[in-house]
């Protein structure tokens, strides 16, 4: 099966519990035998997303994403396979011992260890050039750092760090650590000089900049943010790593590693502009904070929102009071709430942002703003009137259509309702042609939702098995042991018949080549080495509900399916015998071979009625 022996995948599977798993990424609420959330690969207000301790597996009734351990890591993680197993062993603490050469899953899987151990020892770089270096610029930093309340305790919990200007010490670094130029560049921490021109040379990215490691869920770190620590310098506040192997701008929040757990309990969290904001809030006790890399806010940022906040989950803006921050707070807003999340804005004072606040007026000064924050609408409302002119005509329309798309996403219609009777008498409009408005927005939402996810490339558009008594064969070969062992019993007799039957590769395959047993964990890990559209199709089948099956089932289920298949093929025998200008021994050789059939199908109508009547 490749780089790593299916006996390797049985084990690690078997030493993996789905349901501790997936609760290591966001919490899972029990409903009978199963443990379920808002799915994780798609938008959603209502937990549709199953976890099965039975199958081992989990299931989304939405979009259909299904799995099983190593199928979650894969997509979650967005990791290729041999990645997923090799995750999943080190959480077990199983040690893989590799088979036959996969060079190229080989080579994939050593680069990801060599980034994930490169941005490792540059984020300890980074911080002991900070805590350590005799420079001017490192003097610099960490007078910085003390001036804005940063002690070497915080910097050393949070592993903040310092790019000295002079980027040579970093390269020199890199090279008597035998980090190969292909490899810096990979991890965008250096970067050509020239694009089309390698012998150039490269150059190191960050330099004269406050690094803040960033991590993924886990923990690990996967990229950096460098903050620029000279008011007054002419270049970006921030700069993050690019787009790498192990980072996506958009699939990360600063800090989540940290507050995931205080998220999920609080079922809330306060979204802040900056780094040094949300270490401010979370070294203050308020630890249910994060803050994005940036003000683009995007539909992947709210889905993760929501899985570890749970369906009654609630986000407060902590958002700057200047325009660029009220446009960001805007866009936020429209996100989170698309994702069904409630959202609330806190009013920061002019000037101020949550580190400034809880280091000027203390925490307790902000956890007043929070539990004083409003509906985002009604935020909306009141930095609307502060630009507006509701007495001015041109102004009053600018002010509805401003109003309506944030309106429109409140999903509870009774509060949208009652907000567009509030805005309308606010403007002094009428309700009627403001709700119209709202419709509008309504629509324009639902149609860009529409024309987004109508990929035809989209990963869950997957073949499926639709025979019913091929699934019913299916299912038992993978769910029931005495069915599993009748097929090796039958295997060369019964191949013959399956080839007859259309659209039955599936079955045929798994006919031939079952699974070791029918344990879960040999299931789950039989699964794993097929091809994504099939694991996808049979977890289709071992998902679905089938009443209690047995093996009498099953040798029903195979006879229908011959019956099927040779009354196709003596509709066709009839069809060629009437056929013009056949010769005579054509035509009995035709006619011989109907007869054939016919008694054939009422041998099998016969057995099929005696399975129903003596249960195997």
């Known amino acids: 099966m490749g780089l790593i022996p299916e006996s390797t995948i049985q084990e690690i599977l078997g030493a993996t519990d789905i349901v501790e798993l997936v609760e290591g990424y966001f919490p899972l609420q029990k409903k009978g035998q199963d443990f379920w959330a808002v799915c994780p690969f798609h938008s959603e207000k209502s937990p549709s997303f199953k976890v099965s301790p039975s199958r081992q597996a989990y299931y989304c009734f939405g979009c259909n994403a299904k799995g099983s351990a190593i199928g979650f890591v894969m997509e979650y993680e967005n990791l290729d396979y041999p990645s997923a197993i090799r995750r999943l062993a080190e959480r077990v603490s199983i040690t893989i011992k590799e088979s036959e050469d996969d060079p190229q899953a080989r080579a994939a899987a050593k680069q990801r260890a060599q980034l994930l151990q490169l941005h490792k020892t540059s984020s300890d770089w980074f911080h002991n050039y900070l805590m350590k270096g005799d420079s001017h610029d490192a003097e610099s930093a960490r007078k910085y750092l003390k001036d804005r309340g940063l002690g070497a305790d915080i910097a050393n919990r949070w592993n903040i760090g310092f790019a000295p200007a002079n980027g040579d010490l970093f390269a020199q670094w890199a090279r008597e650590n035998k980090y190969s130029g292909r490899l810096m560049s990979a991890s965008g ?116 929102l929501r899985r570890f906040a749970g369906d009654r989950a609630e986000a407060l803006l902590c958002f700057d009071s200047d325009s660029a921050g009220y446009k960001a707070s805007v866009r936020a807003y429209k996100s989170l709430s698309a994702s069904g999340i409630f959202v609330r804005a806190v009013n920061l004072p002019p000037g101020e942002d949550p580190d400034s606040l809880i280091t000027s007026k203390g925490a307790d000064a902000f956890r007043l703003l929070i539990d004083n924050a409003r509906p985002f609408y009604h935020f909306q409302i009141d930095q609307l009137n502060d630009s507006l002119d509701i007495n001015d005509p041109r102004d009053r329309v600018s002010f509805a259509n401003e109003l309506a798309p944030s309106i429109s996403v409140i999903a509870d219609p009774v509060a949208r309702e009652a907000m567009i009777n509030e805005v309308a008498t606010r403007l002094g409009i009428a309700a009627t042609d403001f709700r119209t408005r709202v419709a509008n927005s309504v629509k324009q939402d639902q149609n860009f939702s529409s024309s987004r996810h109508s990929d035809p490339k989209d990963h869950h558009a997957q073949l499926i098995v639709e025979d019913a008594d091929a699934r019913i064969l299916i299912r038992l070969a993978l769910t029931h042991e005495d069915t599993r062992e009748w097929m090796k019993e039958t295997r060369q007799e019964s191949m013959a018949h ?70 196709l093929a003596r509709d066709t025998t009839k069809t060629k015998a009437a056929q013009p200008n056949l010769s005579k021994s054509q035509i009995l050789d035709l006619t011989s071979n109907v007869e054939s059939q016919r008694k054939e199908l009422l041998d099998l109508k016969i057995a099929l009625k005696n399975i129903a009547s003596h249960r195997a």
């Open 189 to 304: 921490l250096m970067s050509l000089r020239e694009e089309n021109n390698p012998s150039r040379g490269l150059y190191t990215r960050f330099r004269d900049r406050i690094m803040f490691p960033l991590n993924n869920d886990f923990g690990e770190t996967v990229a950096f943010s460098g903050r620029i620590i000279d008011p007054n310098a002419k270049t970006a506040k921030y700069v993050n790593s690019p787009e790498t192997e192990l980072f996506s701008k958009s699939k990360i929040f600063f800090g989540l590693d940290k507050s995931k757990r205080a998220i999920a309990k609080s079922e809330s969290v306060i979204i802040c502009e900056g780094q040094l904001d949300m270490i401010r809030c979370y070294e203050n006790g308020i630890e249910n904070a994060v803050a994005p890399l940036g003000t683009a806010f995007t539909e992947h940022h709210s889905r993760t």
């Open 498 to 567: 399956i080839q007859e039957i259309p659209s039955a590769d599936l079955l045929q395959e798994i006919w031939e080549n079952p699974p070791e047993s029918t344990q879960l964990n040999v299931v789950n890990a039989y699964l794993a080495t097929l091809p994504n559209e099939k694991e996808h199709a049979l977890r289709d089948v071992l998902v679905a509900r089938f009443a209690n099956l047995e093996l009498a089932d099953a040798k029903r289920a195979l006879l229908r399916l011959r019956i099927r298949a040779l009354e």
